[in-house]
Nanobody
Framework: QVQLVESGGGLVQPGGSLRLSCAAS????????MGWYRQAPGKQRELVAT???????NDADSVKGRFTISRDNAKKAVYLQMNSLNPEDTAVYYC???????????????WGQGTQVTVSS
């Protein structure tokens, strides 16, 4: 009953920028933590950044100073501004959110389908 849809992925040259968006929809009461994860071919999925409902953030060391996570609670959306991209950033990026839905006491974790980011010259 909850869906997360990512957008904004694509092909970009090294040093370039890209902005990812993720919108949540469904019978949502509250969205707690939202975040971005990524998975490169042959590698495990890894944390990129998270943002809590109060706006506090946590970033992976590999993206600190280059990526910025933000959210719009009114739009139930989370964004990832990616600057100074390098080939090591190439991966499928997944939106993640901990969400409480109507008539359910406990929140659950949801994932988007993913959006491809390719950094290449």
């Amino acid at each position: 009953q909850v869906q997360l849809v990512e957008s904004g992925g694509g092909l970009v040259q090294p040093g370039g920028s890209l902005r990812l968006s993720c919108a949540a929809s469904g019978n949502i009461v509250r969205i707690n933590v939202m975040g971005w994860y990524r998975q490169a071919p042959g590698k495990q999925r890894e944390l990129v950044a998270t943002i809590a409902s109060d706006g506090s953030t946590n970033d992976a060391d590999s993206v600190k100073g280059r990526f910025t996570i933000s959210r719009d609670n009114a739009k139930k959306a989370v964004y990832l501004q990616m600057n100074s991209l390098n080939p090591e950033d190439t991966a499928v990026y997944y939106c993640n959110a901990e969400i409480r839905i109507r008539n359910f006491l406990l929140p659950s974790e949801y994932w988007g389908q993913g959006t491809q980011v390719t950094v290449s010259s």
